[in-house]
């Protein structure tokens, strides 16, 4: 699911689609969890996926009094973690963060042994809003002034992103393709070596979650150009947003959730969706999302997943 200025209801039923949700396969685990939960998270440690899992993970262990792992496991579009839990066994003890590569990702890799059919989602948490960024030395202040640039060094930019199917990925590539650029995609397997290489000047251009960069941002070491979002950013009221920059199709704004394997147990899929619920209502952690920059989702519970 990605956002486009989509209404709730839209984004319910976008979000409904892509996953199937499995008949229960057993009668209720009434001690579930009784030990610990591992999550993969297709992204690397230190990046905005990592932190946001953390948020919510930290709560759910204060509330079920059982551990949670976090295992980094970075790899193409997050395919490596997404084929590691497809596989995992499906008895609510392994999740995995879903976004919109998820659905992507089938359809723009050959021969992948999962699908987001693979997967049932237990829980939304926000929308990630990101920002379009460039070196410094480069002399555009704004996206018609890097526009008017990049096309007068047609085949010389370089441009990151974290993995083909990422929303940054799809952003970037439609924003390029609106300009009419030529500019070289460099992939990289998650944000923040890449962030390091554009203020390297390794790399001109990406499209990166504010939070990452917000900070880089105010020492001078990036420049932004228009924000990608419902709107302009607390972190950076003086950006513009894509749409205001005349570019309202780049506006794609990426989701962050959860799943676990397809057949774990319904009676598991709702313990765990209802206790997501209570951890994303409350107010601390919806404090600490709105510190990434990210914009909490209006609290769902399962029966409006289906």
């Known amino acids: 699911m990605a956002r486009v200025g989509l209404g709730r209801s839209a984004v319910l039923l976008i979000f409904a689609g892509a996953f199937a949700l499995g008949a229960g396969q057993a009668a209720a685990q009434t001690d579930f969890p009784s030990r610990r939960i591992h999550i993969v998270v297709p992204y690397p440690a230190g990046g905005i996926v990592d932190i946001v899992t953390r948020i919510v993970a930290d709560r759910l262990s204060e509330i079920?009094?059982?551990?949670?792992?976090?295992?980094?496991?970075?790899?193409?579009?997050?395919?490596?973690?997404?084929?590691?839990?497809?596989?995992?066994?499906?008895?609510?003890?392994?999740?995995?963060?879903?976004?919109?590569?998820?659905?992507?990702?089938?359809?723009?890799?050959?021969?992948?042994?999962?699908?987001?059919?693979?997967?049932?989602?237990?829980?939304?948490?926000?929308?990630?809003?990101?920002?379009?960024?460039?070196?410094?030395?480069?002399?555009?202040?704004?996206?018609?002034?890097?526009?008017?640039?990049?096309?007068?060094?047609?085949?010389?930019?370089?441009?990151?992103?974290?993995?083909?199917?990422?929303?940054?990925?799809?952003?970037?590539?439609?924003?390029?393709n609106a300009a009419k650029l030529d500019m070289l995609a460099i992939p990289y397997v998650g944000q923040p070596p890449a962030i390091l290489d554009l203020m390297a000047n390794r790399v001109q251009f990406k499209i990166a979650s504010i939070v990452l960069v917000s900070q880089h941002i105010k020492s001078g070491a990036l420049k932004p150009l228009a924000v990608l979002g419902t709107g302009r950013s607390p972190l950076l009221p003086d950006v513009p947003t894509v749409a205001e920059a005349g570019y309202p199709e780049t506006n794609v704004v990426p989701w962050y959730g959860y799943a676990v394997p397809r057949n774990t147990p319904q009676p598991v899929i709702e313990k765990i969706a209802a206790e997501f619920l209570e951890a994303i209502r409350t107010p601390k952690v919806r404090e600490l999302l709105e510190k990434q920059a990210l914009e909490p989702m209006d609290p769902m519970t399962l029966s409006k997943f289906s």
């Open 64 to 176: 079920w009094r059982q551990p949670i792992v976090i295992e980094a496991k970075p790899g193409p579009g997050g395919n490596l973690a997404w084929d590691q839990a497809a596989r995992a066994e499906p008895d609510g003890y392994t999740w995995t963060f879903v976004g919109p590569a998820l659905m992507a990702n089938p359809r723009m890799y050959p021969n992948l042994r999962w699908s987001e059919k693979s997967f049932t989602p237990v829980g939304a948490i926000a929308w990630a809003p990101s920002v379009l960024v460039v070196h410094p030395s480069l002399p555009a202040g704004t996206v018609d002034a890097f526009v008017a640039y990049a096309r007068e060094r047609p085949g010389t930019l370089n441009w990151a992103h974290p993995g083909v199917g990422t929303s940054q990925h799809l952003n970037s590539a439609i924003f390029i």
